[in-house]
């Protein structure tokens, strides 16, 4: 190995949206895959989304006060 992050670690980007669970809904109606069910945390909540090229992308909720 080259030291590298493992494609299990992997990058990816984080986009922020206000309504987790609306945006899951419509991106699955689009075809869209997702890499398990939405996590709940001290920071928010959270998801991964594979882009068409297998990529992750988090969608990211976070905790309203």
Known sequence: MDGGPSRA???RIQ???DDLA???E???RAGGRF???IIVGN?????LLDDP????IEL???RRQ
């Not at 090229?53 to 992750?56: E, I, R, S, V």
């Open 43 to 47: 920071g928010g909540k959270q998801i």
């Open 35 to 37: 890499r398990g069910d």
């Open 60 to 62: 990211f909720e976070p």
């Open 53 to 56: 090229a297998g990529n992750p």
């Open 9 to 11: 670690a992997g990058n």
């Open 22 to 24: 609306r945006e899951v």
């Open 26 to 28: 419509v991106l699955r």
């Open 15 to 17: 986009l922020e949206v």
